[in-house]
């Protein structure tokens, strides 16, 4: 069914393309309409912004810590980029969140005077303000609040507290069994009536019902928010959440934006699909978030921060208030990116602007860094001669119809991109990454992250190419290591680079026997002579894992050092399952050492070549027993130095599989957990007394 699913989103996404492209305006409106509801008013034409307290705060904030969040939006330049709305999520309710009456109460605790004050007081810094509801009846243990039975009487209560935007969730919707579409419509409408004909954005919040958390009638799921969300909302939440509370995984960032790429066509002017918040330092890299901001900004999602502000980075502020990519984002024309060419590791999304300018995302998503690139005529631009302006970096360069960029691992590159004319450019050159090539003589698997030692020889390649018209001339790469590392270079450095050409060079790495273990990164400074604009830099680092001693004697790999360690939720457990605290336990027999992990899951270990034997079991652990049927099916993999050595198969709760893997020659040992096919609901998959021989 995926497959299926897979193969007719890339038709689909084609055929997007083409249509997308080919118009210079606004997109033809393929929006739903509803016979019950009409279509709403253009409250926000571009993707409204703001601040929303769920990931970073939680449930707990009080008069006084909105009032500081609404005072830093001001006061850290958030506010001037049109990150305007301060929205209370869940936890501003009383314990008993309705009245006898029938009125919903704010936490008296919190609010003391109410939620009317503090309304004011954002309003009096220039902001807007945003709450939030069910639209299920409140039942208690499953949802904070409901206003299942008092939509209008809490709309009309809303306005008169003087919010501008309303989200409605549905964890008491669905519990209650309600249909979404009806609902929500209802809601749209208590909301567009209220009595003080107050404007309001709706954000039609329906994340529960996707695939990931159960087998939901299609009519339920957030997935199919798009067939009626457009005539009744000015925004609709696409799939799950993207993380948890203070716990924001990149590979969850790259599943809702799939799932809010699935239909660009419905989106339009104050109309617009809402993959989630956005998440700086929730658990995301620097890198991994302005992957996230570049992919929000381009999918004309609504940019709404998750995280507290006032903890923020200044480089995270940067990020959230450039003006290059806060305005394609904010583009009049309300264009949708789509995706050109395959699905992969490495993907181009293309959006249309309204001045017929494309913005174009090259996305890394795998684990190695890698020189990534499209042309100018599959983004449907024509002509000999185009100018890129790079978003992040505000360079501005010339191409003659190739467009590329080195791209770190998980990792984006942002391009403005036009047709140029008058004098010519700066010639577009991409210096690559460094990448290792070859740990001694063994060749470095392509995608892995590289995983050296005290003593290794790597050979390293930084590729350089000039996609420009015009040559650039005495091309030089300079590369450096960590402290002791000693580079020698192999190649006599080319005079002259010409346009449409690339020039590889090559160097030796030799690190110290007392090398550092941790990260270290590797270098390259690459310089050239641009005609008519002098001399051009770039810099770029490959970074580069330096392992602890591998594993000696019989060796219990739960108690070694890996190198890296994920799990699709929470984080892997040592002799434990994954999030319960529980021991290791397969079909009632428990393990005293073993890993727990979540679907999809990376263990990765250094074994030098040490290591002749590799025994485990692996299984569903016990803990998904009392829970329900649905999922708890995993694939388990043994992949050394990317080959695969043992593939479980489909492995369920009741047939754990043994493992006997030869690792004779095995450098870098990784082992993966898959979800089956099926989403990780309930995969809390154990390697059971993982023992290495060495």
Known sequence: MKKLSALLGGVIAAALVTASLATAVAPASATPT????TTPPVLSPTPYMGWNTYYGLGGDFTDATIRSVADSLVSRGLKKAGYDIVWLDGGWQADESRSAAGDLVPNPAKFPNGLKPLVDYIHSKGLKAGIYTDAGPYIPGRCGLGSGGYYQRDADQFAAWGFDAVKVDYLCGIAANLDPKTVFTEFAQALHNNASHRPMIFNLCNPVTSPDWGNYPESQQSINSWSYAPAIAQSWRTYTDVGFQGDIKFKDVLRNYDANARHPEVVKPGAFSDPDYLAPELGMSDEEFRSQLTLWAVAAAPLVVGSDIRKLSATTIGMLTDPDVVGI????????????????????WVKRL??????????????????????????????????????????????????????????????????????????????GIPQVTKVGTDAQPEGVAPVVAGGDELTAQVVVRNDGLLPVLKPAVSLTGGAGWTVKSLITAPSILAGGKQATFTFTVKLPAGAATGNAALTARTSYEAVGYGQQQQSTVSPVVVAPEPPSGTAALSHHQWIVATSGWMSPTVDESVGGGSPISLVSQTYPTGIGVASPSTVRFYLGKACSRLTATVGIDDAVRNVGPEGGTSTFQVVGDGKVLFDSGVVDRDHPKPVDVDLTGVRVLDLLVGDAGDGGYNDRADWAAPTATC
């Open 34 to 37: 509803s016979s019950s509801a």
């Open 329 to 348: 984002n904010q583009d009049p024309a309300a264009v949708q990116a789509v995706r050109v060419g395959a699905a992969g590791t490495a993907e181009t």
């Open 354 to 431: 309204a001045d017929g300018s494309r913005a174009v995302v090259l996305l890394n998503r795998g684990d190695s860094a890698k020189t990534l690139i499209t042309t100018a005529r599959a983004i449907g631009l024509s002509g000999s001669r185009f100018t890129l302006k790079n978003a992040w970096t505000n360079s501005v360069t010339e191409s003659a119809g190739t467009i590329s960029a080195a791209v770190p691992a998980h990792g984006t590159a942002l391009f403005r991109v036009s047709q140029a004319s008058g004098v010519p450019g700066i010639p577009h050159v991409t210096a």
